[in-house]
C-alpha cells in the first residue's frame, strides 16, 4: 500500500467514525426517551397498585372534583 492509498483509506474512516459518533447520539436520544416512558408507566402501574390496596372510598380520583360536570350540586347536597 503506498502512501497516497494509505492516506485516502484514513480520510475514509475519519468520515466512517464521524457518522458514527453522529448515529450514537442518536441512538442515546432515543434511549433517554425510552427510559422516560418506561418511568412513567412503571409509576402508573406502581400507583394502580397502590390504589388497589386502599378501599374504594380512600381511592384517588383521576380527575379533581372541580372538574367533573355537576360536582358543585353533588357537593352542596353530600355537605
Do not use: F, W
Not at 492516506?7 to 466512517?16: D, I, N, P, Q
Amino acid at each position: 500500500m503506498d502512501r497516497k492509498t494509505y492516506t485516502a483509506e484514513l480520510t475514509e474512516l475519519r468520515e466512517l467514525r464521524t457518522e458514527i459518533t453522529a448515529a450514537e447520539k442518536q441512538v442515546a436520544a432515543a434511549q433517554k426517551e425510552l427510559d422516560k416512558l418506561a418511568a412513567r408507566r412503571a409509576r402508573r402501574v406502581a400507583g394502580l397498585a397502590g390504589n388497589l390496596d386502599r378501599p374504594a372510598h380512600q381511592r384517588r380520583h383521576r380527575c379533581p372534583r372541580h372538574l367533573v360536570p355537576g360536582s358543585a350540586a353533588r357537593r352542596s347536597i353530600s355537605r
